[in-house]
């Protein structure tokens, strides 16, 4: 019996296919949860794993940079013209001509965001007292914009710090046994010494 691979969409048989099962709310008439099965090459498995690490690292990296956010400007949640701008700069999303070019993935990390956030939060926190920012938006729209212009900043001392990690690792001494191997050596007489006689 022949299956479709959920990933590649491709058929394949049955008996040499991954399944993933999941259980269901619902119930079958017998009492048993009924279960989504779901079937993949062994090469797809692999891919299908990866990215369903991928999108979990990028989910939780997203509910840290939205929990910040809110503890910063003091909001109950974010609209959705202020997660789009933080999903276009994730994405890397440009706008030409008033004409929007969606990328996926190729911008600037969810981490790096946040990181940014936390190395300028002083510079954050002086606007926030000092600027008459009169809505949510405007007040969104400023300190995001900030934020952008300071990334290549933190995005460079995490590069010099890479580097710099490396180099030490790589110059580590290790420790070295030095075998020291002591020759005896054997005073021969001389004969023709005389000072034995004086």
Known sequence: MQVKCKWCKEKGEKEKMVCEETQ???????????????????DCHSSHLEDAEFKKRESDELKNLYDFLL???GFKQLDARMLEKIQDLRNGSVKINGKKYKKYKEGVSYSLMLQ????????????????NLNNEWNQFSYLFGTMVKNINQ??????????????????????????????????????????EFL
């Open 71 to 73: 503890e910063l400007h």
């Open 116 to 131: 940014t956030y936390q190395a300028i939060r002083s510079k954050l926190d002086y606007i926030l007292r000092n600027q």
């Open 154 to 195: 933190v995005s460079s001392y995490n590069a010099k710090n890479k580097t710099a990690e490396r180099k030490v690792n790589e110059n580590k001494r290790t420790d070295i046994e030095v075998e020291v191997t002591k020759k005896r050596t054997v005073e021969k007489k001389d004969e023709l010494d005389i000072s």
């Open 24 to 42: 269901t709310k619902n119930k079958n008439k017998n009492g048993t949860y009924k279960m989504i099965r779901k079937y993949f090459h062994a």
